[in-house]
């Protein structure tokens, strides 16, 4: 079974940026659909963006404009790149594919 390991979070203020790097122990981002889920405190996780093997990409509404996906050639890295945090933002977030899931990285949004 894949393992992905994400990084990347920490602190920002509102209006900074942050990139999240998902990275799997195959390369399995070549061609399978995958995703970026968030969760904060004392709600669902829900869905952030996803990028089908394709490269079609579906965003969350609330993320339109501000975040970005993209992975590497060889299917090992997928990026988040997120721009003009809001303190909404915060919470940790999960990179899933496969039926398999990340541990989470924590993000803070200061306002």
Known sequence: QVQLVESGGGSVQAGG?????????????????????????????????NLTGYNRKNYADAVKGRYTIARTS?????????????????????????EVWGHGTKVTVSS
């Open 17 to 49: 940026s942050l990139r999240l790097a998902c990275e799997a122990s195959d390369g399995i981002f070549r061609r399978n659909d995958m995703a970026w889920y968030r969760q904060a405190p004392g709600k669902q996780r829900e869905l952030v963006k």
């Open 74 to 98: 060889n299917g090992y890295t997928v990026f988040l790149q997120m721009n003009s945090h809001k303190p909404e933002d915060t919470g940790t977030y999960y990179c899933y594919v496969r």
